[in-house]
């Protein structure tokens, strides 16, 4: 016993010792190409200050949400804009060539059985660094990234299912990072190269996301949490996307006052949803496409809701945000107008099953 139980022991210490020089080195490699501060030390330059200025449906230029001063002390920030002083946001910047996958094990371990899912991301995007994270490594690497904004740390500790700890780490980590998030269970039928539309400038997008359900049928809230509903298995960004800022310091704060005021562990699974799943990710989207901070709502008419992504067949852009239909990140579904998987449309494939959920709850809250 005690031999085994040093053996990995020692195994763990290498794991975590490869680990942070793997992190070390991709954050040597950003800050040879990025002027973006790092994780680990905050830049005082204020060159680096990003303007947030794109083009939105009405025409016109945004207002720079956060002003983003020189400061060391972030202690009189709110949590908002610490994230967004943390991780800035640059429309016009590459999207990073990451892929982010989790799950329990590596594909290095005997027990991972997503090899053939797997293989497709790294097939499929030659070049790209492609990490499978486990909780153990997900704990460390957070710890670097979110050292200087701890209560983002103390939210991730806290949360009391594994479900909520994997949704909350996808939005970490694009925040933090970019590039793309994606269940282990998906596989990659096309590029993410090819995601948005030929005639879109890559430097006018800053969020790729695609179309879980729109169910048009008069039951469809016995179905579904929400009338459209984005999906969250697979998503590409720039780092410091004000909606990962905005549903971060959200998932935070109101993960801290649950546990302060003790109903966080009553949570049942029910919950998951509603509180970091698709129902959140759906309105935190919906909420950026109607903030005036973002939007000149007196350019823009009218509100925008699911009526604007119902029936999609094509791509469509809203701000800075690419909005695949159905068919692209779930084709072969067979209901609400997706297509199959051999459509030019279809990119990536999602078999639900290295998804923590149950499968009811995947789509609806309690
Ligand atoms: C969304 O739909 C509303 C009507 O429901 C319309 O007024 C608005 O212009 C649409 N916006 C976009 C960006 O398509």
Redesign the pocket.
Not at 300 to 305: D, L
């Given at each position: 016993m005690a031999t085994i139980g040093r053996s990995v022991t020692i195994r763990r210490a290498l794991v975590a010792t490869a680990f942070l020089l793997t992190i070390l080195f991709f954050l040597n490699r950003s800050h040879q190409t990025t002027p973006s501060p790092s994780a680990t030390t905050l830049n005082t330059d204020s060159s680096t200050q990003v303007s947030e200025t794109f083009d939105k449906?009405g025409g016109g230029s945004i207002p720079p949400i956060a002003d983003q001063k020189p400061l060391r002390d972030l202690s009189d920030l709110s949590l908002y804009e610490k994230l967004a002083y943390q991780y800035p946001y640059n429309v016009e910047s590459k999207f990073p060539a990451y892929i982010w996958q989790t799950w329990k094990w590596t594909p290095a371990q005997a027990e991972f059985h997503f090899r053939e899912q797997e293989a497709t991301w790294t097939v499929q995007h030659p070049g790209f660094v492609h990490e499978v994270i486990t909780d153990a490594v997900a704990v460390h690497l957070l710890r670097v990234l979110y050292a200087p904004i701890p209560e983002v740390l103390e939210a991730y500790h806290s949360l009391p299912l594994p479900v909520l700890k994997a949704d909350f780490f996808r939005y970490l980590i694009l925040l933090a990072r970019g590039g793309i998030y994606s269940d282990i269970d998906t596989f990659a039928i096309k590029s993410a190269l090819e995601w948005i539309p030929k005639p879109v400038p890559r430097n006018s997008v800053g969020l790729v996301i695609g179309i879980e359900a729109d169910p048009d049928r008069p039951d469809w809230a016995d179905w579904y949490s929400r009338r459209i509903q984005f999906c969250q298995w697979t998503i590409q960004s720039k780092p410091g996307h004000p909606v990962l800022r905005e549903i971060v310091a959200r998932i935070t704060d109101e993960t801290l006052k649950r546990k302060r005021d003790g109903s966080l562990l009553k949570m049942s699974d029910a919950s998951v949803v509603e509180f970091t799943g698709p129902a959140l990710w759906t309105d935190s989207i919906f909420e950026y496409f109607n903030d005036g901070r973002y939007f000149d709502k007196s350019v823009?008419?009218?509100?925008?809701?699911w009526?604007?992504f119902t029936g999609m067949s094509k791509a469509?852009i809203?701000g800075d945000v690419a909005v695949l239909p159905i068919t692209s990140f779930s084709p072969g579904v067979q209901q609400m107008g997706a297509k199959d998987y051999d459509d030019p449309m279809a990119f990536v494939k999602h078999d639900f099953e290295g998804t923590w959920k149950p499968e009811k709850l995947r789509h609806i809250g309690g």
């Open positions: 449906p823009s008419e009218g509100e925008i809701s009526r604007n469509k809203v």
